[in-house]
């Protein structure tokens, strides 16, 4: 089994910062692609960034330039820097990662439990 476990999320005012971090452990031979989506009340759950196993990015348009999304293969952790944030930033975030947990030849989606960031205006 694999679990997810997301922390640094929290309060901020609008133009603050936070950093979440999401770290994977279990039977894990790999790990593919890792992100962060998120999930407003309402709404449907969205791509904010994703990144490869190789460091290549990419971005919901209405994060670019203000989110910067890394992660630390050694310690299988995905981050995600959050700059400039709006009160429109507000939703559960949550981590998501495919684990190939025996010997790469498939890959399993997995999810965190969320961490809520909520943007005071």
């Known amino acids: 089994q694999v679990q997810l476990v997301e922390s640094g999320g929290g309060l901020v005012q609008a133009g603050g910062s936070l950093r979440l971090s999401c770290a994977a452990s279990g039977s894990i031979f790999s790990i593919n692609a890792m992100g962060w989506y998120r999930q407003a009340p309402g709404k449907q759950r969205e791509l904010v960034a994703g990144?490869?196993?190789?460091?290549?990015?990419n971005y919901a348009d209405y994060v670019k330039g203000r989110f910067t999304i890394s992660r630390d293969n050694a310690k299988n952790t995905v981050y995600l820097l959050m700059n400039s944030l709006k009160p429109e930033d507000t939703a559960v975030y949550y981590c998501n990662a495919q684990v190939s947990p025996y010997d790469g030849s498939y890959y399993v989606d997995y999810w965190g439990q969320g961490t809520q960031v909520t943007v005071s205006s």
């Open positions: 990144i490869t196993s190789g460091g290549s990015t």
